[in-house]
């Protein structure tokens, strides 16, 4: 079990900080802020530990989202209760560095915008974030829904569609990301943020980096999905990716560039 970072939220706000940050930081959840897939770890919480083969075998590409709906209501059927369910996602341990890289984010609170984007749900990434006592931290959660209903069931819903080839049908982590810049500038009285950053790791974390100009970075977590797309597209010379690309192992590596990108 790890230990959460006592981190106490702003006094005024509990999401932000009045004056309007620099950066805005997105952080994928499963295998980039938790060192797992919160979807394995809850599979934990079942009486054998694992899904029937049955069940494994049903799952279509791209519809990641609807497999997980029948995992759910199998869990449910098979008589696991919430609190296992919560105590499986408070169990994943945070990625290596990650807890030191919010800790600086923080301590630079002013600066940084934080938000997450992922696949995952909302019931496990707030039960995480609460748990390790980062939640007041991010101004935006953009996840599946998910809560449980009268008769103790998980139930997960899908966050938008959308049109998107290169997507799961659940989720555009690149659509989420523009409509997120344009409602933001509009909020802040047309400023945009001067650099983004986006930290992740899997193949759905390209679409949104597409999105980056020359002055952002993608942070992708190293020998992931994301970083070996990444590199394949480096090596081909894909004029359609412009961001930068610093590939991290340790929050403590996405750290060191910021504070280089501090000093500037």
């Not at 002013?110 to 019931?123: I, K, P, Q």
């Not at 939640?135 to 809560?147: Q, Y």
């Not at 569609?161 to 989720?171: T, V």
Request: proline share 6%; aromatic share 10%.
């Amino acid at each position: 079990m790890f230990v959460p970072l006592m981190m106490t939220a702003p006094s005024n706000l509990t999401h932000a900080v009045p004056r309007e940050q620099r950066f805005l930081v997105l952080f994928d959840f499963d295998e980039t802020i938790i060192n797992e897939s919160s979807d394995d770890a809850v599979v934990r919480a079942l009486p054998g530990q694992r899904l029937p083969d049955w069940l494994k075998n049903s799952y279509r590409e791209g519809h990641y989202n609807e497999q997980m709906q029948k995992v759910l209501a199998y869990m449910a059927e098979e008589g696991v209760s919430k609190d296992s369910i919560h105590s499986s996602i408070e169990r994943i341990p945070p990625t290596p560095g990650l807890l030191n890289l919010l800790q600086y984010l923080q301590s630079h609170q002013d600066d940084f915008e934080l938000v997450v984007v992922s696949d995952a749900n909302m019931y496990f990434i707030e039960t995480w974030l609460k748990r390790a006592g980062v939640h007041h931290l991010f101004r935006k959660i953009f996840t599946n829904p998910a809560s449980f209903d009268a008769t103790g069931r998980l139930v997960l819903l899908p966050f938008h569609s959308h049109s998107c080839s290169r997507c799961p049908d659940n989720m555009c982590k690149q659509v989420i990301l523009r409509e997120y810049l344009a409602a933001r500038q509009k909020e802040r009285g047309g400023a945009t943020f001067q650099r983004v950053f986006y930290i992740g790791d899997g193949a759905n974390d390209i679409c949104p980096s597409l999105a980056l100009g020359p002055r952002d970075t993608a942070f992708p977590r190293r020998d992931f999905p994301m970083h070996r797309l990444l590199q394949g597209m480096q090596q081909s010379q894909e004029a359609m990716f412009k961001a930068n690309v610093v590939p991290w192992a340790s929050g403590e590596d996405i750290v060191h560039n910021l504070k280089k990108i501090m000093e500037r």
